[in-house]
């Protein structure tokens, strides 16, 4: 199965300040089928991103996803004080389905 | 407007088995795959299964066969996971999450969580 390692474990930043997630596959990632996930405590998990750069729903354009193959990146511009979370990545492209053990954004 | 209630928290000895439930409403319930992941606490997600409503058929995440069952109701739209021989390391929180329109294996619909605690 594809094992995918997420970095930096956590991120502090101040608010307005740029967030940069990694996410890097074991193998590629068939048809960059890389979504990301945002959970914040006590809740279930968002969907934010699938398709690698394509935003779900009602997601602010502050969020974005790029990358291909083994590397993919979650960008927020300006983190908002609701963004502070865990975020996690999953590829579903090749079965089974598996996520990354998450990224931290804590407030700085 | 689409929700998932899932049953409440469980306390279980070793060796017991516990079922949870997730009862659905909102949307038609046999046109969307539904999954179970779960989270240990402090931990990340792990991706138990994933269930048809239309017809019942399962996949199970290797590490679960032979020990979960997912099942579904259609009559009362709500379908069920339960888990076998349970040991300590299976205390988490324990969702349904239902499919999105375009893929089977992306997740727009959560149940609000079950915790299922394994404790002599």
């Known amino acids: 199965e594809i094992v995918l390692t997420q970095s930096p474990g956590t991120l502090s930043l101040s608010p307005g300040e740029r967030a940069t997630l990694s996410c890097r596959a074991s193998q590629s990632v068939s048809s960059s089928y890389l979504a990301w996930y945002q959970q914040k405590p006590g809740q279930a998990p968002r969907l934010l991103i699938y398709?690698?750069?394509s935003r779900a729903t009602g997601i602010p354009d502050r969020f974005s996803g790029s990358g291909s193959g083994t590397d993919f990146t979650l960008t927020i511009s300006r983190v908002e004080p609701e963004d502070f979370a865990v975020y996690y990545c999953q590829q579903y492209g090749n079965s089974p389905q598996t996520f990354g053990q998450g990224t931290k954004v804590e407030i700085k | 407007q689409v929700q998932l209630v899932q049953s409440g928290a469980e306390v279980k000895k070793p060796g017991a088995s516990v079922k949870v439930s997730c009862k659905t409403s909102?949307?038609?319930?046999?046109?969307?795959?539904m999954h179970w992941v779960r989270q240990a606490p402090g931990q990340g997600l792990e991706w138990m299964g994933i269930i048809n409503p239309s017809g019942g058929t399962t996949t199970y995440a290797q590490k679960f066969q032979g020990r979960v069952t997912m099942t579904r109701d259609t009559s009362t739209r709500t379908v069920y996971m339960e888990l076998n021989n349970l040991r300590s390391e299976d205390t988490a929180v324990y969702y349904c999450?239902?499919?999105?329109?375009?893929?089977?294996?992306?997740?727009?619909?959560w149940g609000q969580g079950t915790l299922v605690t394994v404790s002599s």
């Open positions: 909102g949307y038609t319930f046999t046109t969307y795959y």
């Open positions: 999450a239902r499919v999105t329109p375009t893929s089977s294996w992306l997740f727009d619909y």
């Open positions: 398709h690698a750069s």
